[in-house]
């Protein structure tokens, strides 16, 4: 099938259109614990809208993508993250300081940081799904990749996983159950934010109000008030409980009244951006994926232009290290006009890449040749899951997952600690492995530091997995590395795997 070339460029600028207006609508109120009542902006905007922190990574991934290539990793986005990215505060804040410390993604979203399950990634998804049109597949994987920088395997990942699908797929399709269908194909059915859109769900079958549904998810799947100050909470939601809850589990709950917009907004922008932001919580954030949601769906006639006019164009960062990004921050976006158009290049050179279940031509969309199944997750799906405790690091054939299990690369003197090792062979041909351990003096790596294994191609079946036991004496430094070093007789390939130990001699 073909999405016409006009239709997908207008996609995308509502996208982003939608994605600033949802952002600035929601700005005065971010973050507080109350029912809202706008039904328009409340600031004087004087034509611009409001810095978020919403788009502002994504500029930086646009950058990224552009100078990197569309085959980027999770470990390249985190080089860009240490370098541009300025906030110290909560999740973003976290994962910085793990990765100056020298851990790697997921780790530095996992470890010590109670805002894994909270917002500051959902908030991201657009620029995945608009590289990945009709393609949630693909999608899904760039957002897992961008997640676990600093949400690692929290619900935050979960719902950036989600976002990015749920778009991705919107390219293509209109039908909203069959849409949210997709998305919640590519989340464990049994985290929090699969939990809270299915209640959002069923409050709007079974004939609840919008404020009604919101009570239901802040019932279920509340975190804490902000920061626990209570001026941040209204009277009556205090009165009610709502203030309590685990600290930054936030993103189940903002995800569900993303849902709440989408759904008692029932086709009408206005209705349901303000809808979503009525909910209160991270308003900024609902509102602008919310926004950018309608925006993909509907294109830019779904948009009034009484939205656009306060605001305009332009677009204003907060959040990004502008002395480092050209000439004082020239290689930003000047607009989301220039926004549309160098994301409509990467987004064809992914199609090329990658391929796609449709092309971006001149042609007119025709759905009736659109496989539904095809838009659903695949294998890929679980197998990106079943490294969840896991970096992968990517070689020209192979790609090798250290697994440090459950508590992550978290050592104590003496202790024993399992480290699984997956390598998966993504050529045709087998291969025999000679496998080395470089290790400081003081550990011990059980059964051997050396040995040899024959390594199939993955799609004949399993990955290979090797479980080795590291017993380190002492640890005398925050974080101890070793190396993994995989070598193939009679080929020049050489590939070393970082394995990395963090002292944990003060966690109880």
Known sequence: MNLNTLEFRDKVLACWLGKNIGGTLGAPMEWRRQVNNVTFYTQNLEGEAAP???????????????????????????????????????????????????????????????????????????????????????????????????????????????????????????????????A?????????????????????????????????????????????IREMIADEDFE?????????????????????????????????VCTAVNCGEDTDCTGATLGSLFGILHGTAGIPEKWIAPIGKKIKTACLNLGELGYYGNQIPFDVEDLTDRTIRLAQRSIDRFGSSFQVSDSSTDLAKLKITS?????????????????????????????????????????????????????????????????????????????????LPTHLGEPLELAYTITIQQINVSLARAAFEITIAGRPTVMLVPVMMVNGNLIT
Request: charged fraction near 20%.
């Open 52 to 182: 978020n922190d919403d788009l502002d990574v994504q500029l930086l991934w646009l950058i990224a993508l552009e100078e990197k290539g569309i085959e980027i990793s999770t470990h390249t986005l985190a080089e860009y993250w240490t370098l541009y990215l300025t906030p110290h505060w909560s999740e973003y804040g976290t994962a910085k300081i793990n990765m100056r410390s020298g851990l790697v993604p997921p780790f530095s979203g996992t470890q010590f940081n109670e805002y894994k399950d909270s917002c500051g990634c959902f908030l991201r998804s657009e620029i995945w799904a608009c590289l990945a049109p009709g393609n949630p597949r693909l999608a899904a994987r760039y957002a897992y990749q961008d997640g676990i920088i600093d949400h690692g395997n929290g619900e935050g990942t979960f719902a950036e996983v989600f976002c990015a699908a749920l778009e991705s797929a919107a390219f293509v399709l209109q039908d909203i159950p069959t849409l949210i269908d997709i």
């Open 184 to 228: 919640l194909s590519y989340i464990p059915g049994d985290c929090g934010v699969a939990g809270a859109v299915r209640e959002a769900i069923d409050c709007y079958k079974t004939g609840k109000t919008w404020r009604e549904a919101r009570d239901t998810i802040l019932e279920k799947f509340r975190g804490k008030m902000f920061f626990g």
């Open 240 to 272: 009610r409980g709502f203030g309590e809850g685990q600290r930054g589990w936030d993103a189940s709950s903002n995800i569900g009244m993303i849902l709440i917009g989408l759904l008692y907004g029932e086709g009408d922008f206005g209705n349901s």
């Open 375 to 455: 838009l659903f997750a695949g294998p890929e799906t679980i197998e990106m899951y079943a490294n969840r405790d896991a970096t992968v690091f990517k070689f020209d054939f192979f790609d090798i997952a250290v697994d440090y299990g459950a508590e992550g690369p978290l050592a104590k003197d003496g202790v024993a600690k399992t480290v699984k090792i997956r390598i998966y062979n993504r050529y045709k041909i087998q291969a025999n492995l000679s496998l080395h351990w470089y290790a400081p003096e003081g550990w011990i790596v059980s059964p051997s530091r050396d040995g040899y294994r024959m390594s």
